[in-house]
C-alpha cells in the first residue's frame, strides 16, 4: 500500500468513517468515497489478476473506462459482480472480493501462469487444446479465467421503470464544454436535457478547478443548471448516455440514491456531445504494474476524495497537461519528478525535479512498481502516473454512424463533420484547453452573445506511438493481457485489418471496450504495417457505451411479465368451476377442470361424447371481412373458395404461405353478401389479418373491402354432443332450426347473439357468442343447463383428444414447415381452382408433386399411446424415418390409443403395419385413415 | 408440464390502482363501433356530432371518434349503434367490449405516462403503444385515458401497478 489519505483534501465527510473489507481484509474510507478513492487511500495495491497471466493488477482510472479494479461487491447479503471501484459509491459493510483470482488477488495461484507467457501469445489457443479434444480443457478454463462469480440467490429485483422523453437539445456530458452548450441554448429559449455519468455536474472542472468569466467555475455550473431549469429543461446526473439509436433515440442509464435505476429513452431533437477524453498510457517495459496509474486519475482522486496515489512519484508524459496534476501532487507533499518527452517544456512546478527529452522505458517491481528506468537512468519510486495524451470519447457520434479522421494538433481521431447527427464539442473534439471547450460548446448551444471566457494557454503535446523496438513487455491493452507483441503476431499472421486484430488478439473486447486500448492498438499496427492510422482504420462502435445492467435494461418484463399471456373475459368464471390454466396459442385458457389431469382429460372427453361438453371458444379469430370486394379477397387469400358460399352458411378452408404450406386452418362463416367473419386459430389471428390486410391495400382496391378483428368483442361458449341440442333448449334459448356449418344472427335477452353450428369435436356443436359483458351471464345459464344433463365444462387437453378422433388436425401440431393442402387429403381446390389464390403456384412444383410426400394419417396401436414425435419406420428398417407421430392419446369413446401421424406416401401405405420407433423402444402399428371415429359424420347432425 | 401461477386478473370495471398523486382506474366503455373507409361519411351517418381525436387530444362528452389509422377509428357512443356491416364507403362493427378503459389521473399521472408511452407531439392517431401494449390515448382534463385491448388488460394492469411503486 503505498497510497494514502490527505488530511484536509477531498469532499468527503470525514466525521463518517464507513467500513468495508477488501479479500477479507478490513479497510475504511468516508461517506462520499468510491470503491476505488477508498482503497487507493488505504487498501492494498493490487486489486485484481489479469485475465489470461494473471498478473497482478492495480487501480489505473477514474471512470468507467477503468480496466483493472473490478470488483465482486456483497451489499446486504446480495453480491453484485463485475462492479467498476470507480463508478460505485461505498457503502458501509460492503464486502469486496477481488475476481479472476484465487484465493484472492494477493495470492492467486494461477500467478504461475504468468512464467509461461511465451508460450501463451495472442491466439494459442486457435492452436492448441486439440488432443484429448475441447471439452476435457474447457471445464479447466472456465474455471482459470473469466472475471466475477455470480450469486444464484441475487435475483435483482425487475423494478427498473422505463421513462420516455423528448427534448429539444441533449447535452451529453455536463464538463466545461456541455455547460457552456446547455447554457447558450437555455438562454435562446431551448427545452435543454443535460446527462452527465459522475454525481455532480463539472466535468474535469472538478478536479482541475479553473475561472470562467473571472469567477470560479462553480458560479458559471450554478448558473447554468438555473438556466436549464428555468427554460424547462432538465439535469440528470449519476447517468450514463450509454446508446444512440436511430432517429434520435438515445438511451440513458440512471442510478438513484436509496431508489430504483430508471431506463432513459430519450427523443431529442438535437445533440451536442461533450463526453470529454481519456488519458492514455504510456508504453514502457512492465507499463502494467500496480502502482501505474492515469495521470489524470491521480488527479481525480486527489482533489475529489483526498486519496494521494503515493508518496514517491515520478510522471511520464509528452505534453502539458500533467503538470498541474505534478504541482498538486508536490502540494499535497509528494516527491515529484516529471519525466517529458519534449525537450521544449513548460517551466517545472515548484518544489520538483524535471527530466526533459527522456522517457521511461521500463518500470521494475515484481508485485508492484518500485523504479523505473529513464532513458538508461534508475528511478526509485513507489508511484508512476502516465500521460501519453488522450482519446476523445466519440462512441456515441460512431454509435450514430459518424466518421473520424485524425487531428495531427491533438493527436488524436476526432468526429468528422457533417457524418452523424450529433455535434461532437470540447475534448471529445480534441479541444483540450479550458478556454477552446467553452468557446466550442457555446457555438453548439447556438450563442449569441460572447462565449464564456477563460485564460488558459492550451495543452501542447507530442504524438507519443508503442514502439515496436522496445525490449520487453510492454503491454497495449492490460485487461485482455494483449502486448505490442501480440499485435506483431497478428500483423505476421496475416491478421491486419482492425476487425481482425480485435478478434484475434482480443484487444478491446474486454469491459472497457477497448476505450485504454484500441488507439495504441492501431496505432501499433499502423506502423508495423507502414500504413497511416487513417488507412488502419478503426473497429465499429456498438451501444452500450458502458456495461449496462441487463435488470436496466429487461425493467419490468421479467417473471409473468416477461410473455404474458391473453385472458379470458371468463377466467373467473372458469376458476370458480375448477379450471386448471394453461398457456395455448398465446392465451391463458382452461386445460382441465379438476385435480388430476390424465383422469380429467379422460372423464371430460367422455362425458362430452356422452352427454355433451361446454368449452370457452373466445380466443378463436373473429376477423370480419366487410364491403363489396370481400368475397374476392376471400377467394384470393384462401384455399378453399368462399364466393360460393351462401350467406347463412359456413366453410371450413386454408390459409396458405406464399410457398404453398398451410399458414392455418378455419371456419368462415358469411353474414352477408358483403360480410364474412375469418375464424382464425387462436393462435394466428394476426398473422392471418395480415396476409389478408397486405392482399386487401396491394392487390385489390382498398376501399372495397376492410378488415375489423373483433375477437375480444365476443365471448364465445360451445356446446357440444349429443345432448347439445337439449341444453340449449333448456337454457331458453331460441335457437334457429340451422343445419351443421351455418350461422345465424339474432338476440338474447335483447342482446346481440350470434349462433354458429360449426364442430371442432365430430359432434353436434353450437358456438354462442354474445358481446363480452355478458358472457357472464351466458355462462351461468349453459352451466346450469348443462349440469342438469349431466354435460361438464370440458378443457383443450379433452377438446384436444376429441379433435384427434375424428382425424382433425392443429396447425403446427400435425402440420409443419413442408405440410401442404393436399397432404392432409385436401387436394381438391388445387385440382379444381383455375383462379389465382396466394400459394397456388407452389403446389406444383416438382416438390409438391412428389408421390412419396408426408401424408396425414391415422395409426392404431396397442392399448399404450405411441409417443408423439415418435418415429414411423418401414418395417424391418431401423434407420430411415417415414416420418412421425404428431399427436397421440387414449380415446375413453374407442376405449383405445388412437394416433395421427404424418407418413411419407402415407395414405398409400392405409392398412399396412409399420414401426414406431422412439428413444430405443419400438412400437407395432398399423396405419389407417386419420378419422378413427363416426367416419360418416353422423354425429354431427344431432 | 407444470402450470405457471398467473397471479395476475384483469381488472374488474371500477378497480382501482393507488400511489402518492397517482389514481388509476378501471372502466368498461359504454358502447363503441370500428368503422373503417370513408371516415367522415361514417361519423355523419352515425355519430354526426363525434369530434375525430387524435393522440393525446382532449376527450370531450360522448359521442366521439378516436381515429386508429388513415382509415380506421373506434368511435365511441353513449349506447351501442344498431347497425353493422358494409355502408357506402364504410364499414362498422360492434367493438363495445373490445378494449377496457384505464383513465390516470393525480398530479404524477404525467409520469405514469412518461414511463409507458414515448411523445408523439401532434399524432394523427390515437393508437400507440402504452406499457408495450397496443392502446388509444387521450387527454382528459386530469390525465389520460388509455383503451388496451381486453385480452391485453391483465398484463397491461399488473405493469401499472408496479410502475406507480416505483416511480
Same mark, same amino acid.
Given at each position: 500500500?503505498?497510497?494514502?489519505?490527505?488530511?484536509?483534501?477531498?469532499?468527503?465527510?470525514?466525521?463518517?468513517?464507513?467500513?468495508?473489507?477488501?479479500?477479507?481484509?478490513?479497510?475504511?474510507?468516508?461517506?462520499?468515497?468510491?470503491?476505488?478513492?477508498?482503497?487507493?487511500?488505504?487498501?492494498?495495491?493490487?486489486?485484481?489478476?489479469?485475465?489470461?497471466?494473471?498478473?497482478?493488477?492495480?487501480?489505473?482510472?477514474?471512470?468507467?473506462?477503468?480496466?483493472?479494479?473490478?470488483?465482486?461487491?456483497?451489499?446486504?447479503?446480495?453480491? @453484485?459482480?463485475?462492479?467498476?471501484? @470507480?463508478?460505485?459509491?461505498?457503502?458501509?459493510?460492503?464486502?469486496?472480493?477481488?475476481?479472476?483470482?484465487?484465493?484472492?488477488?494477493?495470492?492467486?495461484?494461477?500467478?504461475?501462469?504468468?512464467?509461461?507467457?511465451?508460450?501463451?501469445?495472442?491466439?494459442?489457443?486457435?492452436?492448441?487444446?486439440?488432443?484429448?479434444?475441447?471439452?476435457?480443457?474447457?471445464?479447466?478454463?472456465?474455471?482459470?479465467?473469466? #472475471?466475477?462469480?455470480?450469486?444464484? @440467490?441475487?435475483?435483482?429485483?425487475?423494478?427498473?421503470?422505463?421513462?420516455?422523453?423528448?427534448?429539444?437539445?441533449?447535452?451529453?456530458?455536463?464538463?466545461?464544454?456541455?455547460?457552456?452548450?446547455?447554457?447558450?441554448?437555455?438562454?435562446?429559449?431551448?427545452?435543454?436535457?443535460?446527462?452527465?455519468?459522475?454525481?455532480?455536474?463539472?466535468?474535469?472542472?472538478?478536479?482541475?478547478?479553473?475561472?470562467?468569466?473571472?469567477?470560479?467555475?462553480?458560479?458559471?455550473?450554478?448558473?447554468?443548471?438555473?438556466?436549464?431549469?428555468?427554460?424547462?429543461?432538465?439535469?440528470?446526473?449519476?447517468?450514463?448516455?450509454?446508446?444512440?439509436?436511430?432517429?434520435?433515440?438515445?438511451?440513458?442509464?440512471?442510478?438513484?440514491?436509496?431508489?430504483?435505476?430508471?431506463?432513459?429513452?430519450?427523443?431529442?431533437?438535437?445533440?451536442?456531445?461533450? %463526453?470529454?477524453?481519456?488519458?492514455?498510457?504510456?508504453?514502457?517495459?512492465?507499463?502494467?504494474?500496480?502502482?501505474?496509474?492515469?495521470?489524470?486519475?491521480? #488527479?481525480?482522486?486527489?482533489? #475529489?476524495?483526498?486519496?494521494?496515489?503515493?508518496?514517491?512519484?515520478?510522471?511520464?508524459?509528452?505534453?502539458?497537461?500533467?503538470?498541474?496534476?505534478?504541482?498538486?501532487?508536490?502540494?499535497?507533499?509528494?516527491?515529484?519528478?516529471?519525466?517529458?518527452?519534449?525537450?521544449?517544456?513548460?517551466?517545472?512546478?515548484?518544489?520538483?525535479?524535471?527530466?526533459?527529452?527522456?522517457?521511461?522505458?521500463?518500470?521494475?517491481?515484481?508485485?508492484?512498481?518500485?523504479?523505473?528506468?529513464?532513458?538508461?537512468?534508475?528511478?526509485?519510486?513507489?508511484?508512476?502516473?502516465?500521460?501519453?495524451?488522450?482519446?476523445?470519447?466519440?462512441?456515441?457520434?460512431? !454509435? %450514430?454512424?459518424?466518421?473520424?479522421?485524425?487531428?495531427?494538433?491533438?493527436?488524436?481521431?476526432?468526429?468528422?463533420?457533417? @457524418?452523424?447527427?450529433?455535434?461532437?464539442?470540447?475534448?471529445?473534439?480534441?479541444?483540450?484547453?479550458?478556454?477552446?471547450?467553452?468557446?466550442?460548446?457555446?457555438?453548439?448551444?447556438?450563442?449569441?452573445?460572447? %462565449?464564456?471566457?477563460?485564460?488558459?494557454?492550451?495543452?501542447?503535446?507530442?504524438?507519443?506511438?508503442?514502439?515496436?523496438?522496445?525490449?520487453?513487455?510492454?503491454?497495449?491493452?492490460?485487461?485482455?493481457?494483449?502486448?505490442?507483441?501480440?499485435?506483431?503476431?497478428?500483423?505476421?499472421?496475416?491478421?491486419?485489418?482492425?476487425?481482425?486484430?480485435?478478434?484475434?488478439?482480443?484487444?478491446?473486447?474486454?469491459?472497457? !471496450?477497448?476505450?485504454?486500448?484500441?488507439?495504441?492498438?492501431?496505432?501499433?499496427?499502423?506502423?508495423?504495417?507502414?500504413?497511416?492510422?487513417?488507412?488502419?482504420?478503426?473497429?465499429?462502435?456498438?451501444?452500450?457505451?458502458?456495461?449496462?445492467?441487463?435488470?436496466?435494461?429487461?425493467?419490468?418484463?421479467?417473471?409473468?411479465?416477461?410473455?404474458?399471456?391473453?385472458?379470458?373475459?371468463?377466467?373467473?368464471?372458469?376458476?370458480?368451476?375448477?379450471?386448471?390454466?394453461?398457456?395455448?396459442?398465446?392465451?391463458?385458457?382452461?386445460?382441465?377442470?379438476?385435480?388430476?389431469?390424465?383422469?380429467?382429460?379422460?372423464?371430460?372427453?367422455?362425458?362430452?361424447?356422452?352427454?355433451?361438453?361446454?368449452?370457452?371458444?373466445?380466443?378463436?379469430?373473429?376477423?370480419?371481412?366487410?364491403?363489396?370486394?370481400?368475397?374476392?379477397?376471400?377467394?384470393?387469400?384462401?384455399?378453399?373458395?368462399?364466393?360460393?358460399?351462401?350467406?347463412?352458411?359456413?366453410?371450413?378452408?386454408?390459409?396458405?404461405?406464399?410457398?404453398?404450406?398451410?399458414?392455418?386452418?378455419?371456419?368462415?362463416?358469411?353474414?352477408?353478401?358483403?360480410?364474412?367473419?375469418?375464424?382464425?386459430?387462436?393462435?394466428?389471428?394476426?398473422?392471418?389479418?395480415?396476409?389478408?390486410?397486405?392482399?386487401?391495400?396491394?392487390?385489390?382496391?382498398?376501399?372495397?373491402?376492410?378488415?375489423?378483428?373483433?375477437?375480444?368483442?365476443?365471448?364465445?361458449?360451445?356446446?357440444?354432443?349429443?345432448?347439445?341440442?337439449?341444453?340449449?333448449?333448456?337454457?331458453?334459448?331460441?335457437?334457429?332450426?340451422?343445419?351443421?356449418?351455418?350461422?345465424?344472427?339474432?338476440?338474447?335477452?335483447?342482446?346481440?347473439?350470434?349462433?354458429?353450428?360449426?364442430?371442432?369435436?365430430?359432434?353436434?356443436?353450437?358456438? #354462442?357468442?354474445?358481446?363480452?359483458?355478458?358472457?357472464?351471464?351466458?355462462?351461468?345459464?349453459?352451466?346450469?343447463?348443462?349440469?342438469?344433463?349431466?354435460?361438464?365444462?370440458?378443457?383443450?387437453?379433452?377438446?384436444?383428444?376429441?379433435?384427434?378422433?375424428?382425424?382433425?388436425?392443429?396447425?403446427?401440431?400435425?402440420?409443419?414447415?413442408?405440410?401442404?393442402?393436399?397432404?392432409?387429403?385436401?387436394?381438391?381446390?388445387?385440382?379444381?381452382?383455375?383462379?389465382?389464390?396466394?400459394?397456388?403456384?407452389?403446389?406444383?412444383?416438382?416438390?409438391?408433386?412428389?408421390?412419396?410426400?408426408?401424408?396425414?394419417?391415422?395409426?392404431?396401436?396397442?392399448?399404450?399411446?405411441?409417443?408423439?414425435?415418435?418415429?414411423?419406420?418401414?418395417?424391418?428398417?431401423?434407420?430411415?424415418?417415414?416420418?412421425?407421430?404428431?399427436?397421440?392419446?387414449?380415446?375413453?369413446?374407442?376405449?383405445?390409443?388412437?394416433?395421427?401421424?404424418?407418413?411419407?406416401?402415407?395414405?398409400?401405405?392405409?392398412?399396412?403395419?409399420?414401426?414406431?420407433?422412439?428413444?430405443?423402444?419400438?412400437?407395432?402399428?398399423?396405419?389407417?385413415?386419420?378419422?378413427?371415429?363416426?367416419?360418416?359424420?353422423?354425429?354431427?347432425?344431432? | 408440464?407444470?402450470?405457471?401461477?398467473?397471479?395476475?386478473?384483469?381488472? *374488474?370495471?371500477?378497480?382501482?390502482?393507488?400511489?402518492?398523486?397517482?389514481?388509476?382506474?378501471?372502466?368498461?366503455?359504454?358502447?363503441?363501433?370500428?368503422?373503417?373507409?370513408?371516415?367522415?361519411?361514417?361519423?355523419?351517418?352515425?355519430?354526426?356530432?363525434?369530434?375525430?381525436?387524435?393522440?393525446? *387530444?382532449?376527450?370531450?362528452?360522448?359521442?366521439?371518434?378516436?381515429?386508429?389509422?388513415?382509415?380506421?377509428?373506434?368511435?365511441?357512443?353513449?349506447?351501442?349503434?344498431?347497425?353493422?356491416?358494409?355502408?357506402?364507403?364504410?364499414?362498422?362493427?360492434?367493438?363495445?367490449?373490445?378494449?377496457? *378503459?384505464?383513465?390516470?389521473?393525480?398530479?404524477?399521472?404525467?409520469?405514469?405516462?412518461?414511463?409507458?408511452?414515448?411523445?408523439?407531439?401532434?399524432?394523427?392517431?390515437?393508437?400507440?403503444?402504452?406499457?408495450?401494449?397496443?392502446?388509444?390515448?387521450?387527454?382528459?382534463?386530469?390525465?389520460?385515458?388509455?383503451?388496451?385491448?381486453?385480452? *391485453?388488460?391483465?398484463?397491461?394492469?399488473?405493469?401499472?401497478?408496479?410502475?406507480?411503486?416505483?416511480?
Amino acid at each position: 500500500m503505498s497510497g494514502w489519505r490527505h488530511p484536509e483534501l477531498g469532499d468527503v465527510d470525514r466525521r463518517k468513517p464507513v467500513w468495508f473489507t477488501f479479500d477479507g481484509q478490513p479497510l475504511s474510507g468516508f461517506a462520499g468515497d468510491t470503491l476505488a478513492s477508498a482503497l487507493l487511500a488505504g487498501g492494498p495495491r493490487i486489486l485484481g489478476r489479469s485475465f489470461k497471466y494473471h498478473r497482478p493488477r492495480g487501480l489505473w482510472g477514474l471512470g468507467g473506462e477503468e480496466p483493472n479494479a473490478i470488483l465482486d461487491v456483497t451489499f446486504d447479503g446480495k453480491t @453484485t459482480p463485475n462492479v467498476r471501484a @470507480t463508478t460505485e459509491k461505498l457503502r458501509n459493510g460492503m464486502v469486496l472480493q477481488s475476481v479472476n483470482a484465487a484465493p484472492d488477488a494477493a495470492r492467486d495461484r494461477f500467478g504461475l501462469l504468468d512464467l509461461a507467457h511465451r508460450f501463451l501469445p495472442a491466439g494459442f489457443y486457435y492452436k492448441t487444446f486439440m488432443a484429448l479434444g475441447w471439452m476435457r480443457w474447457e471445464p479447466l478454463i472456465r474455471e482459470m479465467a473469466g #472475471l466475477g462469480k455470480l450469486d444464484a @440467490t441475487h435475483h435483482p429485483p425487475a423494478d427498473t421503470p422505463v421513462m420516455n422523453a423528448a427534448c429539444d437539445l441533449l447535452v451529453i456530458g455536463a464538463g466545461p464544454a456541455g455547460l457552456a452548450a446547455a447554457a447558450a441554448a437555455a438562454r435562446n429559449g431551448r427545452q435543454v436535457w443535460l446527462v452527465d455519468e459522475a454525481r455532480a455536474v463539472g466535468g474535469s472542472l472538478r478536479w482541475r478547478g479553473g475561472e470562467i468569466d473571472g469567477a470560479p467555475w462553480t458560479d458559471f455550473a450554478a448558473t447554468t443548471c438555473n438556466a436549464v431549469k428555468a427554460a424547462g429543461g432538465r439535469i440528470l446526473t449519476d447517468t450514463v448516455l450509454w446508446g444512440a439509436f436511430d432517429h434520435g433515440s438515445y438511451a440513458a442509464w440512471q442510478r438513484r440514491e436509496d431508489q430504483t435505476n430508471v431506463h432513459w429513452r430519450i427523443r431529442a431533437q438535437n445533440v451536442v456531445l461533450a %463526453a470529454g477524453a481519456i488519458e492514455r498510457p504510456l508504453w514502457f517495459a512492465n507499463n502494467d504494474l500496480p502502482g501505474i496509474m492515469s495521470c489524470e486519475a491521480a #488527479l481525480h482522486h486527489l482533489v #475529489l476524495y483526498g486519496a494521494v496515489a503515493g508518496r514517491r512519484i515520478v510522471i511520464g508524459c509528452a505534453g502539458d497537461a500533467p503538470y498541474a496534476v505534478a504541482a498538486a501532487l508536490a502540494k499535497a507533499g509528494c516527491q515529484v519528478t516529471l519525466v517529458d518527452a519534449r525537450k521544449d517544456t513548460p517551466p517545472a512546478p515548484d518544489g520538483m525535479r524535471i527530466i526533459r527529452g527522456a522517457k521511461i522505458t521500463r518500470a521494475h517491481g515484481h508485485r508492484e512498481v518500485g523504479a523505473v528506468t529513464v532513458d538508461g537512468t534508475h528511478l526509485d519510486c513507489d508511484t508512476v502516473l502516465v500521460s501519453g495524451g488522450f482519446t476523445p470519447s466519440v462512441h456515441l457520434h460512431c !454509435q %450514430a454512424g459518424g466518421k473520424l479522421d485524425l487531428d495531427k494538433a491533438s493527436d488524436s481521431l476526432i468526429p468528422r463533420a457533417g @457524418t452523424s447527427p450529433i455535434r461532437t464539442v470540447g475534448a471529445a473534439n480534441g479541444a483540450f484547453g479550458l478556454a477552446a471547450a467553452l468557446e466550442q460548446g457555446h457555438a453548439a448551444g447556438s450563442g449569441a452573445a460572447p %462565449a464564456p471566457r477563460a485564460v488558459d494557454r492550451g495543452w501542447a503535446l507530442d504524438p507519443i506511438r508503442p514502439d515496436p523496438g522496445i525490449k520487453g513487455r510492454v503491454w497495449i491493452d492490460p485487461q485482455n493481457d494483449v502486448t505490442l507483441k501480440d499485435v506483431r503476431i497478428a500483423a505476421q499472421e496475416g491478421y491486419q485489418s482492425v476487425e481482425h486484430l480485435k478478434r484475434y488478439t482480443t484487444l478491446g473486447m474486454a469491459t472497457d !471496450q477497448g476505450r485504454n486500448a484500441n488507439f495504441a492498438g492501431l496505432a501499433a499496427m499502423a506502423v508495423l504495417t507502414d500504413r497511416t492510422i487513417a488507412e488502419t482504420g478503426t473497429t465499429t462502435y456498438r451501444p452500450p457505451f458502458t456495461p449496462v445492467p441487463l435488470s436496466v435494461i429487461g425493467g419490468m418484463r421479467r417473471g409473468e411479465a416477461f410473455s404474458p399471456p391473453k385472458r379470458l373475459a371468463l377466467e373467473p368464471q372458469h376458476r370458480t368451476c375448477g379450471a386448471k390454466f394453461r398457456e395455448y396459442g398465446g392465451w391463458l385458457r382452461p386445460a382441465y377442470y379438476g385435480e388430476d389431469e390424465a383422469t380429467a382429460q379422460q372423464d371430460e372427453a367422455r362425458t362430452a361424447r356422452q352427454a355433451a361438453g361446454l368449452y370457452d371458444a373466445s380466443p378463436l379469430g373473429k376477423i370480419e371481412v366487410i364491403g363489396p370486394g370481400a368475397a374476392e379477397l376471400l377467394d384470393f387469400c384462401g384455399y378453399v373458395r368462399m364466393s360460393t358460399l351462401k350467406p347463412g352458411r359456413a366453410r371450413y378452408g386454408f390459409m396458405l404461405s406464399e410457398a404453398g404450406i398451410v399458414h392455418d386452418d378455419g371456419v368462415v362463416l358469411r353474414l352477408a353478401e358483403d360480410r364474412f367473419i375469418v375464424s382464425a386459430s387462436s393462435s394466428h389471428v394476426g398473422s392471418v389479418r395480415l396476409i389478408l390486410e397486405e392482399a386487401r391495400q396491394d392487390r385489390f382496391d382498398p376501399s372495397r373491402v376492410f378488415l375489423h378483428d373483433v375477437t375480444a368483442h365476443w365471448a364465445t361458449l360451445t356446446v357440444s354432443g349429443p345432448l347439445a341440442r337439449a341444453i340449449l333448449a333448456d337454457a331458453g334459448f331460441s335457437v334457429p332450426d340451422i343445419p351443421h356449418m351455418s350461422v345465424a344472427e339474432t338476440r338474447w335477452k335483447d342482446i346481440p347473439f350470434r349462433i354458429a353450428r360449426v364442430s371442432f369435436t365430430g359432434d353436434a356443436s353450437w358456438e #354462442l357468442s354474445v358481446p363480452a359483458r355478458y358472457g357472464g351471464e351466458l355462462h351461468a345459464v349453459l352451466d346450469a343447463a348443462g349440469t342438469a344433463h349431466g354435460a361438464r365444462w370440458i378443457g383443450l387437453e379433452a377438446l384436444m383428444l376429441l379433435r384427434a378422433e375424428k382425424g382433425y388436425v392443429l396447425i403446427g401440431k400435425d402440420t409443419d414447415g413442408v405440410t401442404m393442402p393436399h397432404d392432409l387429403g385436401w387436394g381438391g381446390p388445387r385440382a379444381s381452382r383455375q383462379d389465382e389464390y396466394f400459394g397456388r403456384r407452389s403446389l406444383f412444383t416438382p416438390e409438391a408433386n412428389r408421390n412419396d410426400r408426408r401424408q396425414l394419417v391415422g395409426l392404431q396401436s396397442t392399448n399404450v399411446p405411441l409417443p408423439t414425435g415418435a418415429h414411423i419406420l418401414a418395417p424391418g428398417d431401423t434407420r430411415r424415418s417415414l416420418g412421425f407421430v404428431t399427436s397421440s392419446y387414449y380415446s375413453p369413446t374407442l376405449d383405445r390409443a388412437i394416433a395421427l401421424a404424418m407418413i411419407n406416401g402415407g395414405r398409400s401405405l392405409v392398412g399396412q403395419d409399420v414401426t414406431v420407433f422412439n428413444l430405443g423402444e419400438t412400437y407395432l402399428a398399423r396405419v389407417t385413415d386419420a378419422c378413427a371415429y363416426d367416419p360418416k359424420g353422423e354425429r354431427l347432425h344431432g | 408440464m407444470v402450470e405457471r401461477d398467473w397471479t395476475t386478473r384483469t381488472p *374488474e370495471p371500477g378497480a382501482t390502482l393507488e400511489a402518492e398523486g397517482i389514481t388509476i382506474r378501471c372502466h368498461r366503455q359504454d358502447a363503441a363501433t370500428l368503422v373503417s373507409g370513408d371516415l367522415a361519411a361514417a361519423i355523419k351517418e352515425l355519430a354526426p356530432s363525434a369530434q375525430m381525436l387524435g393522440l393525446l *387530444e382532449l376527450l370531450p362528452g360522448a359521442p366521439f371518434a378516436l381515429r386508429i389509422a388513415r382509415d380506421r377509428a373506434l368511435l365511441c357512443t353513449r349506447d351501442p349503434l344498431a347497425s353493422e356491416g358494409w355502408y357506402n364507403g364504410f364499414a362498422a362493427s360492434a367493438a363495445d367490449d373490445l378494449y377496457l *378503459e384505464f383513465v390516470v389521473t393525480g398530479q404524477r399521472a404525467p409520469e405514469v405516462v412518461a414511463s409507458c408511452m414515448s411523445e408523439q407531439p401532434g399524432s394523427r392517431s390515437a393508437a400507440t403503444l402504452f406499457a408495450g401494449y397496443g392502446a388509444l390515448v387521450a387527454r382528459l382534463p386530469n390525465g389520460v385515458s388509455v383503451r388496451i385491448q381486453a385480452p *391485453e388488460a391483465a398484463a397491461a394492469w399488473a405493469h401499472l401497478a408496479n410502475v406507480i411503486k416505483v416511480l
